[in-house]
């Protein structure tokens, strides 16, 4: 190989981008919490506490992540469990039928300082729509008992009634029982996977 062949193969090595690395979502220590407005004057909250998934992520260039993550809606917790087997029927997330909520990444881009705009399509009670989320620059890495982990976070706001939510409960003062419009937060962190390596 001649001395500029040389040369072209190092500014090519140079110029490559990172391979995408594969994380999965350390469900233990992720959550997929919620906030909702009830009677006009207070906030009800609660969490999916069985998240998982997967995010391909480089380290280095988020505008390339790609984000697959699952919920199991079973899982929905408000610390009440009469309003939780409520949230489970057809008047709200009807988990007999739909028993699992995804997300899936289609664009990350910047947006300001540390923040970026998340476009994805979520999937509610087989509904599936494009939302966009607030998503922070990722924590980490960090090294602990021999494990890679990362942490992210991100937020947005969903109408419940995109996605076939339909309760629908009306006061005297002409207000709604329970808003229509929901805040969900999303806190994970991430485990390195190892590389895949071919058999003989």
């Known amino acids: 190989m001649s001395r500029i062949a040389h040369v072209l193969v190092a500014l090519l090595l140079t110029v ?7 994380w ?37 260039d988020l505008t390339k992540a790609k984000v697959n993550a699952t919920i199991d809606v079973k899982s ?7 309003r939780d087997e409520h949230l489970k029927t057809d008047d709200f997330l009807d988990v007999a039928n739909h028993p699992i909520m995804t997300f899936v990444s289609t664009s990350i881009t910047p947006k300001g300082k540390g923040t970026y705009n998340m476009a994805g399509n979520l999937t509610i009670r087989g509904t599936t729509k494009q939302v966009v989320f607030e998503l922070t620059q990722p924590a980490g890495p960090v090294t602990t008992r021999g494990t890679t982990k990362i942490g992210a976070s ?7 009634k995109d996605f076939g939510v339909k309760y629908h409960e009306v006061l005297d003062n002409g207000g709604l029982g329970v808003a229509d419009e ?19």
């Open 182 to 200: 929901v805040f969900i937060q999303l806190d994970v962190e991430l485990i390195q996977r190892a590389a895949r390596t071919s058999s003989n």
């Open 24 to 60: 999965q979502i350390d469900t233990a220590h992720s959550r997929a919490q919620f906030t909702v407005r009830h009677l006009m004057i207070s906030d009800i909250r609660g969490d999916f506490g069985a998240v998982t998934g997967t995010v391909d992520y480089d380290g280095k």
């Open 76 to 82: 929905i917790s408000t610390r009440v469990d009469k």
């Open 154 to 160: 991100a937020s947005g706001k969903i109408n419940r």
């Open 16 to 22: 490559a981008p990172a391979a995408a690395q594969s």
